[in-house]
C-alpha cells in the first residue's frame, strides 16, 4: 500500500508542480518507508539494499525537476525549490541514510549545490541548514 501511495503522489507532483501539500505528503510516506527499509535491512541477509533502492528513485525525481522546461508561472522553479528541500530533508532523518544520499547525489551535484540552483537567493539559509 506504502509504494502505491507513493507511486500515485509522485503521479501527482508531476503534474501539479510547484504544490508544497504534494511534497509534504511525501515527507510523511518516506519517513515511514525509510525506517521500513532500514529496520527491514538489519535482519535481512540480501545484498541488495531496498533503501538505497529507494533513494535512487528520490534522486531520480529530483533529477527530473532539475531537469524540467520553465514555464511562465514560476511553478517549475518552485517545484525544484520543493524537491531539492524534501532531499534535505530526508538526508537529515537518519545518518545511515545521510550517506547514501550523498553518494547518490553525485550524479546532479552536491546537496548544497542542488539547492543553490534551485533558489539561488537563500544560499545563506542553505548554508546555514547544511552546517548545522
Excluded at 509504494?3 to 509534504?24: A, D, F, M, V
Excluded at 550517506?99 to 546532479?108: D, I, N, Y
Excluded at 549545490?113 to 552546517?131: I, Q
Aim: include cysteine; charge should be negative.
Amino acid at each position: 500500500m506504502w509504494k502505491e501511495e507513493l507511486r500515485w503522489n509522485e503521479t501527482l507532483i508531476r503534474r501539479y508542480q510547484g504544490r508544497e501539500s504534494l511534497w509534504n505528503h511525501r515527507r510523511f510516506l518516506s519517513q515511514w518507508w525509510v525506517q521500513h527499509l532500514l529496520s527491514c535491512e538489519e535482519t535481512s541477509l540480501s545484498n541488495e539494499s531496498l533503501a538505497d533502492l529507494f533513494l535512487s528513485q528520490e534522486i531520480h525525481l529530483l533529477s527530473d525537476c532539475l531537469g524540467a522546461p520553465g514555464d511562465e508561472f514560476g511553478e517549475t522553479r518552485v517545484q525544484v525549490e520543493l524537491a531539492a528541500l524534501y532531499i534535505l530533508w530526508i538526508s537529515e532523518q537518519d545518518a545511515a541514510v545521510k550517506g547514501k544520499v550523498e553518494e547518490r547525489l553525485k550524479s546532479v551535484g552536491s546537496l548544497k549545490e542542488v539547492l543553490a540552483r534551485a533558489c539561488p537567493e537563500k544560499s545563506r539559509l542553505w548554508t546555514h541548514l547544511l552546517h548545522c
